[in-house]
Structure formats: structure tokens, C-alpha cells
């Protein structure tokens, strides 16, 4: 936990904040903070700073807080992401966070389980919990946004331009596919919308649809990756062609 993530509802009238549970644990039993110290925080949603310890006892973490930079910037990034193994996306999820996506979309596929939808990992709760793991690691106060579809084809139909829009490059990573990432336009593209299929890979109806909805497909490499491999590996090359395009020669 790099960052204590503040909650509205942990502030106090007077401003200082109060919060008990995993996180007064964490500062007492982990960073084992004492009154005078500082550490690091962000309110979700805003900005991060600093709190200084006032009172840290077995369950109660008061602290004085001063707010004043903005989280880490977006990475510009969506996902659009069949629904993988529970554990996987126990992995999955606080990784988007972590990166800066914006916005998951969970859908079926062919090669989803129908196990999957009824598991506790699709939780409201359960899912808020792992994005703000990823948050506190990555000192980040931004939630991203989670929306489930169980229909695949009514989604990329009639609600990909609307949730998505129509301004994003669209790209699916495809195993048939030859031509690598950095061939098909993302370096000049503010924003991108990642179709990432389950571990078995879109079936071809499904590559079909979405080729017909604008996604490139492209190549990984020769290897087949886990989805929760797949995912961090995409973001990470993504950031990094990225980079590479904002060097001045």
C-alpha cells in the first residue's frame, strides 16, 4: 500500500481525518507510523498529499491532511475484456487500475464459462476492492469504471459506440493476426480501446464482429499468453510506444 486512499466519509468536521479497519491497520502494523509523522494520501476521485499522524491506537488512524497535486495522468486506455477465470481476474482487475485505464467492460464470449457470471470476484463490492488495491499501489485516486454485459453480440452492436465512442483506435490482439503493435497507429492515438478475448481467444465470429465494429487486430509475438499476462504486457507496450513517440528525434 503506497498511498492511503481517504474516503468522504472518513473526513471529520473539523478537516482531519479519521479511518479504522485495513487501513489504520496497515499504518500501525505496517508502516507503524507515530503522531508527528507524515504519510502518503489520496481522497478518491481528487487530489493526493500528505496526513500527518495525530493519532494512531490499535484500530484509529486521525490525521491532519494537505491535498495538493493532482493522481498520475490517464493512460487513455479502455478494455474491452471476456470475462476471465475468477482468479484471473482477481489479477486482471487491480492491474487496470494500476496502469490508468479508464474504463472495463466484462463481457461473454464463446469461450466463457457461464460459471463465471455467478462468481463473488463480480461483486460491486468485491470489484471496488480490487481496484482500489491497484489504486494504493499505483498512488492513484481514479476508479476505473466496470461494466458487465452477459450478451456479446447485442454489446458490440447496439452499445460499443456509446460506451466507448467513436473517437478511440480500436485494436484486437488476435493471434492469426501478423502485423505487430507498433504498426497499426497507436502512437499518435490519445485514446485506445483494447478487445482483449478469454484464454481460449475469440472465436472467429466474434474476431469477424469486431474487425466489422473498427478493431485492428495485431500480433503479441509468437507466444499464447494468459489473459492475466496479456493485459499488464499490452498496457505496458502501449505506454511505451507511447513514450517513444513523444521523444523529440
Do not use: C
Not at 474504463?103 to 464459462?113: C, D, I, K, P, S
Not at 493485459?231 to 523529440?248: C, F, I, K, W
Amino acid at each position: 500500500m503506497n498511498l492511503l486512499l481517504l474516503q468522504d466519509s472518513d473526513f471529520l468536521p473539523d478537516g482531519t481525518v479519521q479511518m479504522t479497519g485495513r487501513r489504520a491497520q496497515h499504518a500501525r502494523e505496517v508502516l507503524r507510523a507515530e503522531p508527528g509523522e507524515t504519510l502518503r494520501v489520496g481522497r478518491l476521485g481528487g487530489l493526493v498529499g500528505t496526513g500527518e499522524v495525530l493519532e494512531n491506537t490499535p484500530g484509529l488512524l486521525h490525521l491532519r491532511v494537505s491535498l495538493t497535486d493532482p493522481p498520475p495522468p490517464r493512460a487513455g486506455v479502455d478494455l474491452l475484456l471476456a470475462i476471465p477465470r475468477p482468479k484471473a481476474l482477481k489479477r486482471v482487475l487491480p492491474a487496470a487500475a494500476q496502469l490508468g485505464v479508464d474504463r472495463v467492460v466484462l463481457v461473454n464470449a464463446a469461450r466463457v464459462e457461464k460459471s463465471y457470471f455467478d462468481s463473488k470476484v463480480l461483486a460491486p463490492g468485491f470489484v471496488e476492492e480490487l481496484l482500489l488495491q491497484g489504486l494504493e499501489q499505483a498512488r492513484d485516486t481514479r476508479l476505473p469504471e466496470v461494466l458487465i454485459r452477459e450478451r456479446f453480440r447485442p454489446f458490440v452492436e447496439d452499445e460499443l459506440d456509446a460506451v466507448f465512442g467513436t473517437e478511440a483506435l480500436r485494436l484486437l490482439p488476435h493471434p492469426p493476426a501478423t502485423q505487430p503493435l507498433h504498426r497499426v497507429g497507436v502512437q499518435q492515438a490519445p485514446r485506445v480501446v483494447m478487445a482483449v478475448g478469454p484464454d481460449g481467444g475469440w472465436v472467429p465470429f466474434e474476431a469477424e464482429l469486431l474487425e466489422a465494429h473498427g478493431f485492428r487486430p495485431f500480433s503479441l509475438g509468437p507466444r499464447i499468453l494468459r489473459v492475466e499476462t496479456a493485459v499488464p504486457v499490452l498496457l505496458g507496450q502501449l505506454a511505451l510506444l507511447r513514450e517513444d513517440a513523444a521523444r523529440p528525434a
